[in-house]
Every structure is written in C-alpha cells, then in structure tokens.
C-alpha cells in the first residue's frame, strides 16, 4: 500500500487530530479531504456498530448552504424530490441529477429557515453545481460551504450516549430531523440520520476550532457502553443496501436504477433540472437495475478495488460495484447494475481479476 | 502516514501497474484517481527532471470533449481568454472561472478539429460543469470524458527521448501544439507541454489497455539518456512559478490575484461565463496577490499539510500557499497569496505550527 497525507489540496476535518490519535490507518479522498476508512481493526469496528456505539468522522459531508430569496426555488429546482412539504428542522434525502437525469448527487437537504437550506452532500462538487444553476436562472440566493463538519454517533447504544450529553430530548427526534444544540460552548446542530441502519445521530459542528473537543466529549460520554472510533462501514452498508454515490454509480445511473424511484416526484415543474429527462426515462423504460449478489465465496476479503464484469451464459450483462465479506451471512456479497433481463433466484458469474465466481442474484437489502 | 489503495470512488489510470512496478511510494488524489507523488527518492527525481528526463503518470488529466456543432462557441463561452485564433492541432493555456469571475480550472484548451475540442484539465469536475452550462444555454454539443489519458516526459532530454520513438518531426512541434502518433498500434497524440519549465511532451494515451505497453516503450527508449519515474514535482514548480489549481488558489480567487491576467480578454462577449465580472474585477482594483516569498530558513522539508498564515507588523496579510526547499536556491521558497499593500523586497513573517519565520518578498518566477 501506498502512503496518502493532507496536502493543500487536501483538507483535514475539523476531526483530524483526533482520528490520528484514535490510530487512524487508512484515508480515502472525499470532497478533497481526508476521510478515515479504517482503524486497523474491521472486525471490531462491525461489532460496535452493530452491537455498540461508534463514533465517526464524516466532516467531508460538507455543507452547501443556500440563503436568500430564492433559496426555496432553487433548492426544489436542484432536486428531483418535492420538498413543498419539508418542514423548518426537517431534513430529505434527495437525489439530485444533471440535464439528462443522471444522479450527480443524494444529499440530505436541511430546511434551516423558509430561504435557508444546507444540502449535505456527498462526493462531487455540489457547490459549483449549485452557483452555475443560480447563475444561469438568475436566482436571488447566496451559496456558500459554511464553517460545518458532522461527527456521526452510529449503533443501537448512539441514543443513550447522545442523550447522556445533550439530554433525553434527543430521544423525540424523528429520523431526519434536527435540532440547534450547544455543549461547553461549542455551537452544533443534531440530527437523526448518518450511513447506516444500525440507528444514530450526525452532529453538525459549527465551529471547526472545537473538532477535538467534541469528539472527545463524545469519546468519554460513550466509555459505559464501549464506544469506540469507526467509520461508515462497508460490510454493514452493503447488508443494509445502502447506496454510495460515484462508488455504486456511474456516468449513466438514473436514481430509477438504484432503487431512488420512490424518491422522484414526476410532477415536479418542468424547471426541475432532470425531471424532464427522468419523465421520458420512465416513459421509454429502464434498461439497468441495482440487485443484491451472494457470491459462492467464503473468505473474508477487502471491498473492491474496481468494478468487475458480471456475466450470465458467457455473456456481460452488467457490473458488480461493490462488495466485501459478510459477518452476517458468512459469504461475499455485494451490489450489481444489471440488465433487467435478469432477476432474483438467478445465477449468474462475476469475473474477478480473471477468475469467475457464481453468484445468486436476490432484492436489497440483504438485511 | 496512513495508507491509501484504489477503490470504487477512486480509479487508477493506465499506467497504475507500471507506476507500481516502478516503486510509487505516495499518491494523492486527483479528478479522483490516484496521482503519483512520490517514489520514495525526491532528490533524484528532481536531479532526473532538471539534468535527464523522466516520465510521469499524469493520466489525472481527464480530458472533457465538446463534440458538435456548437462546440467551439461553448469552449468559448467557458473560457475568459480568446480562442477564435486557435488552429486544429493547437493548444491553449486557459483560465475558466465562474459566474463571479472565481477561478474553477486553467486547463489547455486542444482544438482537434473545428467542432471539436479536448479541455485538458486540473482538479474539478469541469465534465458536469461544461454540460450544465450546455444544458442551460439550449447548445448543440456532446459532452464526454474520452479514453484518454496523458504521460509527460520531461527534463532537458525529453526531446532525444520522444524523438527517437517517434521521429525527429516532433523536434519542429511549437509549444502546446499536438499531432496524432502511433507506436505499435497503441493510438495517441503527442504535444510539447507539461507541467514543469524544463521542457518535454505530453503522450495522450488513447487506449487504456495499452498503459503498460505505452510506459514500457518510453522507458526503454529513455534507458540512454537514463530515465526514471517521477511526478510533478513540487520544488521546480514553485522555483519555475507554475501555479497549482486547488493548491494556491481558493473560493474567491479570480485570474489577475495569481498572475493569469494575460491570459484574460476582457472585450469577449457578455455570453463568456464569468467575463462581465472580471470586467468589475479589473475596474474596481484587486485586493491581493501572488507573490514569492524566500524564507529564513536552510532546512530540506516536505510541501504544506495546509495553508500558513503571513503577518506583518502584527497583522495578518494573507497565506503562504504552497512552500517547499528549493535545492537550487538553497532555502525554503513559496509562493504567498497576500494584501497589495505588500509587494517585492518586503520582509514579512510565515507562521508555520505557531512558530513566525521571517521572509522576503519577490517577483515570480525564482529562476
């Protein structure tokens, strides 16, 4: 393996400090920043997320804040979802997709105000996306990436370590909601959200000078139930069918293919970006869609490096884009984007680096 | 220093393989892929490009295609510098900004033919940002990323190098033009450009199953002139004053702060993204420049994690950049993006991890 550090190009969270000190082995790029993938310890970072508390840096979930105006308009124009009804405190997932309905983005989109919005984005340039939409429409919004960074609590024991700190208020929140919050002065917002099904929170920092201080305060809140440093996990991800954007998808994906059709509201005005392309995909039909794969395979083994072919009767028909090892299910299992001419209960074989492996086709998620 | 390896978010360029094989150390990402940075030896892969020659894995270097019939109106419109001169098999340096006249990319803009282009470009995701622009301005063009990807060879004996695979014909190429080539049926173009001032070419690749064929060709070829890998390097680009998008720029950096404003023509018309406020820009005066800076200290040391704050008389006056030891000059050198109240032959301090180093002001390039 080769090395990686922060470079002027790439950033450090508000976190960094603290991840290096909770041993810290591995980074992959985000955003242009640094995002922790791995403690040395996978085994043990599975357990505490499904049977604990763990606490992750995601500060490279950063924040497009959009104010002004027209920020409404513009948010709504931006996404593919009707967000007519999300209330102040509310928060969505969102796909959000280019002229031609290619996903581009699946942010959760957090109503601060009636003309304040944050797009909480995953990996890809939303922000510049977001200003030349604005610029062209001639929209009335400031859009700016504000001084944010969210720490993600994940695992069935994240409630009663959040609300160990915050206080039992936190219990009432719905799943995506949030709530303005202060502790020892460091200002940050609370959601109920984060990548994984194992429940949890996501606190927004808001003053990156306080990264240490709020990991570590969470790091000692969590110490009677075993807290420990994770990050989002790709086993667990994949068991709950969880989609990465850019990891799971391409130059081509429609969020019709990935499972994101009940999150598209094809009434949506025409100035949706994408909702004209995504009527007449709908229209015409699909010709990909995301399916769960079990492989014939056993052995324990990193995620992908690449995407490899999937082939049925010694034709390709699509792509596995990733997969790992199971704790749950004890085999190697993962994503594919097939032709639709294949369904669950098939089989079919995945050709890694030359060598082929049958595998069952079956619905997400997995668990 | 934590590890980093290819996943499904962060590809590997053709020439991955070779660059393992030649023992790459380092990589940051880049247009997310991996970029080498290292290979383990800084002192030789420097000697290398300022004495010999070396060869560079610089397939980061996407290529966004505008194909169609109004393609060269949309290069255009995307680009602050005047294009309506360039020929077929020409490049152009170019600044591409934003609405606001903020720089998002300065890539060479290639004119293969009179509706066709390649924007050879720095780290952005200028693909998405072209078909926005496409999208809402109603224009006829594709818009993709082709198999293409570029291997510099560079340093003084480039030219024996490339000469001696291809034919001395690519002696007469003037800067930044290009000619299609061909070597044992591997299909590329070849342009005397790269990033460094030690002069030397750029071999587009044009089938990414021929990486390893492409790299082992010019490595055998270089073997008189005593080639090796390398990368762009961090020393002789700050010495030569080459600017680093994403490193020594930010979000409110336009052209004329970092020495581009020869390349920006104002009179271009109103529809040239970002023009009308560079027009403000130049009317209103700027606030900062670049600048290089030699500071009071002799010690080798490795480029910046991040940006360091610059002071004067107690005050801050902006940021040391990007930083380096430039072992011709024999100090740490750099360049400073600060206040125009400052300029050449001032001396002013560089806070690097709470400690104040004093510096000289100075007119770029170093050498």
Redesign the interface.
Known sequence: ????????????SPFYDATVAAG???????N?MLMPV?YGDPAAEYDRLLNGVAQWDVGIQRQVQIKGPDAARLAQILSVRDLSKCAVNQGKYVPMC???GVL?NDPVVLKLADDLFWLSIA???I???T???A???GLDAEIT?PDVSPMAVQGPRAEDVVASIFGDWVRGLKYFWFSDAEIDGIPLRIARSGFSKQGGFELYLMDRRRGSDLWNTVREAGQPWGIGPGNPNPAERIESGLL?Y???TD?QTNPFEVRLGKYVDLDLEDEVVGIAALRNIRAWGLKRHQLGIVLDDETPQP?????YEVTARGRTIGTM??GCWSPRIGRVIGFVLISRAFGPGDTVEVVRNGVATEGQLCDLPFL
């Open positions: 393996m080769a090395e990686i550090g922060p470079n002027t190009r790439l950033r450090t810290v082995t591995a980074f992959s790029p985000y242009r791995s280019d002229h031609r581009i990996d890809n340039n922000l510049m996306w200003r030349s939409i610029a062209e429409r990436e990465s850019g990891g799971d130059d995620g992908h490096a690449a995407w884009t990733n």
